[in-house]
Structure formats: structure tokens, C-alpha cells
């Protein structure tokens, strides 16, 4: 059965400092796509950074990384120099064929810059 | 380049009630979603549509239903409303299958 796990609730980081969030996930498809969403205390989701599961390299977006471990079936998300404006809920997510390519989410991590 | 938009904003109802819950996507994405997202709690999927067609149904009962226009924007359509239908409903859409979801801004609904 697919699965995402996020084991981080919440989580609070000074500014400026690296954060990483944690996503392991679980599925016996080979092809899969892994996916970092935020969600502001606006609501909106806002797509951060996506990484197939036969990309080589691992995906980068500006200040987010995605540390893509596939023998231990990790995604991780890394922030660098945090600013206040990344405080709020991030979520992890996987869609594969034995999902119909709908998103399987993980729980979320709460993400509190402190100033 | 225009993102998804989703209307109203923001809504209240009694129990009881119908409600509809509109969605644009973006220019050129064919494949629209349906999530509800409760007050602290992760996204359940609702509704996937493709090309005018319900691909994919999350487990939700029958009075939670929906379609897709010829120029795929999309309707949720909620009826009989119960206090706990009382959430964030977001709409997503994407450029083909497994391509990556795009969010709008969400639909507060609140059941009295």
C-alpha cells in the first residue's frame, strides 16, 4: 500500500538557519513522483519542488533542496536560510500508477521560524 | 500565466443546505481535483476529473458530487449539508495525469 510518513509534527527553527522535513515513503511501484507542498495559515497549497524516482539528480528550487535518498526511501526537504515567511505547514506527497496517479499525502510538519 | 481560481471565498450554510464550489484551472490543464481539508487535519481527496469525465471518486458519500465544463473549469456540488462537511475545500488542477498539481486559493465552507 502506498504511504507517506512524516514523523516531524512541528518543528521550530531559528532564522537564517537550515531546516530539513522529513518524508519517507512506501510503495512497490518503480516509477513515482515525489512532491514538497507549503500551506501558509492562508490555506493555499503552494507547490514547492518535485523529484521523479528516476531523476539522478536530486531536485533544487532556489533556497529548497530535495535530499532524495530511493534505498531508503526518503525525501527530504531542505530549506536553506530560513525566513520568517517559510513558517507553515508542509506537506509531502507521492503519486504513482498504483495510486491512479492520485497524491498520497503525508500528515504535514508545522514549520515556526523564530526571529 | 493565470493560477487556479476558486469561488466564493468563503461561505456559510445551514445543515441541510446545497452548496456549489466553483474552480477555473489553469490555461491548458485538462485534469481538474477535488480536496476537503478539515480545521488541523490533511487533505482527503474528493473528485478527479479529466477531459470532461469522473475519473476517480475518494470515499466520500453520494451528496458530495461534481462535474467538468467543455472549457474545463469544474463545479463540487454538496448537498443535504452536514456540520462536519464544515471545511477548506481546495481545487487543483494539472496539465495532464501525474503531471504536478496546481492549488487555488480554497473555498472556506461553514455549516451552522
Known amino acids: 500500500a502506498q504511504k507517506i510518513t512524516q514523523t516531524q509534527p512541528g518543528m521550530f527553527v531559528q532564522e537564517k538557519e537550515a531546516v530539513t522535513l522529513d518524508c519517507t515513503y512506501d510503495t512497490s511501484d518503480q516509477s513515482y513522483g515525489l512532491f514538497w507542498y507549503k500551506q501558509p495559515s492562508s490555506g493555499e497549497m503552494i507547490f514547492l519542488i518535485y523529484q521523479g524516482s528516476y531523476d539522478e539528480q536530486n531536485a533544487t528550487e532556489g533556497r529548497y533542496s530535495l535530499n532524495f535518498q530511493k534505498a531508503r526511501k526518503s525525501a527530504n526537504l531542505v530549506i536553506s536560510a530560513s525566513q520568517l515567511g517559510d513558517s507553515a505547514m508542509y506537506f509531502c506527497?507521492?503519486?504513482?500508477?498504483?495510486?491512479?496517479?492520485?497524491?498520497?499525502w503525508g500528515a504535514g510538519t508545522k514549520l515556526i521560524i523564530k526571529p | 500565466e493565470a493560477g487556479v481560481t476558486q469561488s466564493p471565498t468563503h461561505l456559510i450554510k445551514t445543515r441541510g443546505q446545497q452548496v456549489t464550489l466553483r474552480c477555473s484551472p489553469i490555461s491548458g490543464h485538462t485534469s481538474v481535483y477535488w480536496y476537503q481539508q478539515a480545521l488541523g487535519l490533511g487533505l482527503q481527496f474528493l473528485l478527479w476529473?479529466?477531459?470532461?469525465?469522473?475519473?476517480n471518486r475518494g470515499n466520500f458519500p453520494p451528496r458530495f458530487s461534481g462535474r467538468q465544463f467543455p472549457n474545463y473549469s469544474s463545479e463540487l456540488n454538496v448537498n443535504a449539508l452536514e456540520l462536519e462537511d464544515s471545511a477548506l475545500y481546495l481545487c487543483a488542477s494539472s496539465l495532464r495525469i501525474q503531471e504536478t498539481q496546481y492549488f487555488g486559493p480554497g473555498t472556506r465552507l461553514l455549516v451552522l
Open positions: 506527497a507521492m503519486s504513482s500508477l498504483d495510486s491512479n496517479y492520485q497524491l498520497i
Open positions: 476529473y479529466d477531459e470532461g469525465e469522473e475519473r
